[in-house]
């Protein structure tokens, strides 16, 4: 099992562009979720899925927007990139609501 | 909203001695969860308490959860340079798989 796959690893975008981060899982969970990394802050929750077809804002949704239309895959999008959304995002997923979340390797996003 | 507090955000320890950081939740926690972030890792998850009162051990981290289930705490003795990393907690208030975390403790260890 490949576990959770984040796309990509790297990408630095312009003020104003829009891009989609990808997030695929191959354990058949039903949650999932983004979060954003900043230094000193933890990671905050973004956007998160308790299942296909059903999503719900997390602390910091300003400016992403989401939808889960299978269970395996959680895009992310960025429709106007903004230098505050430079950060590393982690997309993570669990099989339970109240289970262990397993996290994917992360995507270093700048915005300039 | 939930908010989880983290303290402290940084520690530096020579290597042997112990450490201990502290996570308070200003809601009631159904479960929580501790993860451990190697230098640009990803957060890879270590323990979950669920009942009030609940310590658990592995090898020499110590995982608490308080009475009200509001606070927790992870305490390593004799630390090591392989426990460098972040250590984050993070409260499970429901049934959505929302994790809400804190801040993170940071550990430096000199050898």
């Known amino acids: 099992n490949a576990g959770v796959t984040q796309t990509p690893k790297f990408q630095v975008l312009k003020t104003g562009q829009s891009m989609t981060l990808q997030c695929a899982q191959d354990?058949?969970?039903?949650?999932m979720s983004w979060y954003r990394q900043d230094p000193g802050m933890g990671l905050r929750l973004i956007h998160y899925s308790v299942g296909a077809g059903i999503t719900d804002q997390g602390e910091v949704p300003n400016g992403y927007n989401v939808s889960r239309s299978t269970t395996e895959d959680f895009p992310l999008r960025l429709l106007s990139a903004a230098p505050s959304q430079t950060s590393v995002y982690f997309c993570a997923s669990s099989k339970t609501g109240q289970g262990v979340s397993f996290f994917g390797q992360g995507t270093r996003l700048t915005v300039v | 909203g939930q908010q989880v507090m983290q303290i402290p955000q940084y520690q530096h320890v020579q290597e042997g001695e112990d450490f201990t950081t502290y996570c308070n939740s200003s809601t009631t926690l159904s479960n929580i969860q501790w993860y451990k972030q190697r230098p640009g890792g990803h957060p890879v998850f270590l323990i979950q308490?669920?009942?009030?009162?609940e310590v658990k051990k592995q090898k020499r981290l110590t995982f608490q959860f308080g009475e009200a289930k509001k606070n927790s705490s992870l305490h390593i003795t004799a630390t090591q340079t392989t426990d460098v990393g972040t250590y984050f907690c993070a409260g499970n208030s429901g049934n959505t798989g929302k994790l809400i975390f804190g801040q993170g403790t940071t550990l430096q260890v000199k050898p």
């Open positions: 308490l669920v009942k009030s009162g």
């Open positions: 354990m058949n969970h039903e949650y």
